[in-house]
């Protein structure tokens, strides 16, 4: 049922939904903007833990 969920019963849930603005904000960028893969891997990591 969607929008039954209630925060604190899933704190990974709560943690997801807490990043969301991050996370789209780093998959966000503009076509003309190269990334290298080790670089966004690094910010990834350090961003988000792996």
């Known amino acids: 049922m969607?929008?039954?969920y209630?925060?604190?019963s899933d704190?990974?849930?709560d943690l997801a939904m807490?990043?969301?603005a991050d996370?789209?904000?780093f998959i966000a960028q503009p076509r003309q903007q190269l990334v290298d893969y080790?670089?966004?891997r690094a910010q990834l990591i350090e961003g988000f833990g792996a």
Do not use: K, L, Q
């Open 38 to 40: 080790n670089m966004a």
């Open 23 to 25: 996370m789209t904000g």
């Open 18 to 20: 807490a990043r969301r």
């Open 11 to 13: 704190p990974v849930v």
């Open 6 to 8: 209630v925060a604190g």
């Open 2 to 4: 969607m929008g039954a």
